[in-house]
């Protein structure tokens, strides 16, 4: 079946801009993670849902990040008034039921780049 | 909080040569550990994982990890490589009560022919 997949692949926006990353995870996967990645460094966690609900937001860096999940399936990664340091590859993975012992599939990112 | 420190930012082997690949761990709780694969432009995917129960785990491609929690360490190995293995490779934590994973800084695999 179709794994996690991340649109757009890459974004390349200018500083002071919004930006929205979007997440489609495995059909049927209760949880939903989000990651950031920075050049030479392990994915960095953002925020996880459990369904509708973010169980969990405590690694989104400050209040210029947000994310969505409306219906309990697809995803949104908002970042408003973009920074250069905001510049990373954002990986998205779902589970198939909530539980951190679960297998996360990975979906192949989206590169962003704030000029 | 939980941290990983995987030591070795780079690890160059011959083809056919047993590889080791080091990561240890920060936690003041019982922790879940997990070895990820990346493969060029592809998404993370999962080679192994421990959860509890016997310190010797195997996962997919003939990799196998120990936990060894008087050393906080959960190395990661595999007898005989191929060029197929070439990738890079991130170690990660989770408090067993937590939903925060906490991944390495990876670690560059590449088998030499």
């Known amino acids: 079946g179709a794994g996690v997949s991340q649109t757009p692949s890459n974004k390349v926006t200018e500083k002071g801009k919004y930006v929205e990353l979007r997440c489609d995870p495995i059909s049927g996967h209760t949880a939903l993670y989000w990651y950031r990645q920075s050049l030479g460094q392990g994915p960095e966690f953002l925020i996880y849902f459990q369904g509708t609900g973010a169980a969990d937001d405590s690694g989104l860096p400050n209040d210029r990040f947000f994310a969505v999940r409306p219906e309990g399936s697809v995803s949104t990664l908002k970042i408003q008034r973009t920074e250069r340091g905001d510049s990373a590859v954002y990986l998205c993975?779902?589970?198939?039921?909530?539980?951190?012992?679960?297998?996360?599939?990975f979906g192949p990112g989206t590169r962003l780049t704030v000029l | 909080a939980q941290s990983v420190t995987q030591l070795d930012s780079q690890v160059p082997v011959f083809e056919e040569a047993p590889v080791e690949l080091r990561c240890n761990y920060s936690?003041?709780?019982?922790?879940?550990l997990f070895w990820y694969v990346q493969y060029p432009n592809q998404g993370l995917q999962l080679l192994l994982k421990y959860l509890s129960g016997s310190t010797l785990v195997k996962g997919i491609n003939g990799f196998e990890a120990e936990f060894n929690k008087s050393q906080t360490s959960f190395h990661l190995r595999k007898p005989s490589v191929h060029i197929s293995d070439t990738a890079e490779y991130f170690c990660?934590?989770?408090?067993?009560?937590?939903?925060?994973?906490?991944f390495g800084t990876g670690t560059s695999l590449t088998v030499i022919p």
């Open positions: 990660a934590v989770t408090a067993n009560t937590g939903n925060q994973f906490y």
């Open positions: 936690s003041s709780v019982s922790v879940y």
């Open positions: 993975a779902s589970s198939l039921i909530p539980g951190n012992y679960n297998e996360q599939f």
